[in-house]
T-cell receptor, first 114, second 111 residues
């Protein structure tokens, strides 16, 4: 039990599909995040939610659409993706958005866009 | 914004060798500094952290000291094991961004 659970672990989708990634945290944290991890690139912060409100959107294309229905759940809705969107998508949570609050990561969803 | 630079990998060591992975930072003020580790097929896990200058973070035999004179936070371990094979990330917060990560250093330990 990592505290942060992501499903599915692997996903293969075509460019015209619509799919969603799910993240659930069991730690009572107030902030949740989506990161993208691509080979040979630093982790890229995509979205930040604090107390269910989106507080940061780092110029992510609109084909990625986050949703945070409550403080325990975070979704990333995907549609009309491109092959370059293939990556490991990591969800994380922290007690607060504060600088000293460590991030707890899930094991990620490995996404392949064909 | 704040940033980190860590040594390029991969690093390959024999079991029981000494490990150093270099990390230097550029920051406004003195933010907390972190090392995370990513084992194969998993997400990132916090390995250790230091919250102020001269602090030493330690965990599982790994250590890193927050040195403001050299703006460094190098990761060290005296005797690595095969189970330490993973990717190691140096990180620090930047503005409202929770953490900015280095590119990661892949460590392979061979028996």
């Amino acid at each position: 039990e990592t505290g942060v659970t992501q499903t599915p672990r692997h996903l293969v989708m075509g460019m015209t599909n619509k799919k969603s990634l799910k993240c659930e945290q069991h730690l009572g944290h107030n902030a949740m995040y989506w990161y993208k991890q691509s080979a040979k690139k630093p982790l890229e912060l995509m979205f930040v939610y604090s107390l269910e409100e989106r507080v940061e959107n780092n110029s992510v294309p609109s084909r990625f659409s986050p949703e945070c229905p409550n403080s325990s759940h975070l979704f990333l809705h995907l549609h009309t993706l491109q092959p370059e969107d293939s990556a490991l998508y990591l969800c994380a949570s922290s007690r607060t958005r504060g600088n000293n609050s460590p991030l707890h990561f899930g094991n990620g969803t490995r996404l392949t866009v064909t | 914004g704040n940033s980190v630079t860590q040594m390029e990998g991969p690093v390959t060591l024999s079991e029981e060798a000494f490990l150093t992975i270099n990390c230097t930072y550029t920051a406004t003020g003195y933010p907390s500094l972190f090392w995370y580790v990513q084992y194969p097929g998993e997400g990132l896990q916090l390995l250790l952290k230091a919250t102020k200058a001269d602090d030493k973070g330690s965990n599982k035999g790994f250590e890193a000291t927050y040195r403001k004179e050299t703006t460094s936070f190098h990761l060290e371990k005296g005797s690595v094991q095969v189970s330490d094979s993973a990717v190691y990330f140096c990180a620090l917060p930047s503005g409202n961004t929770p953490l900015v990560f280095g590119k990661g250093t892949r460590l392979s330990v061979i028996a």
